[in-house]
């Protein structure tokens, strides 16, 4: 199953933190598939601190190390909240 990123979803990092997605965009140099989101509310224990983040999609969608993270149960790095 194909994960499909849009825009006002929110979703949660592995590590706990919140990110609502703002939009998709390509780096003006590669043409790499970027994401933008906010994280908000998410207090000193998130790994990101409130604010405006952008990263490369593929990162985004990708499974958590779990050789470096074996404690945690989330697949992916950042996962839909439903």
Known sequence: MER???PN???R????????II???KHSETMED???????GNGSNAN?????Y?????MFL?????EKYPEVKQKYRFEEEK
């Open 54 to 58: 952008v990263r490369p999609l593929k």
């Open 34 to 40: 970027m994401v933008v989101y906010a994280c908000l």
């Open 13 to 20: 990092h592995f590590k706990g933190g919140r990110a609502v």
């Open 48 to 52: 990101h601190k409130d604010g405006i």
């Open 9 to 11: 979803t929110i979703y």
């Open 23 to 25: 939009t998709l965009c």
């Open 4 to 6: 499909i990123v849009k």
């Open 62 to 66: 990708s499974e958590v190390d779990h």
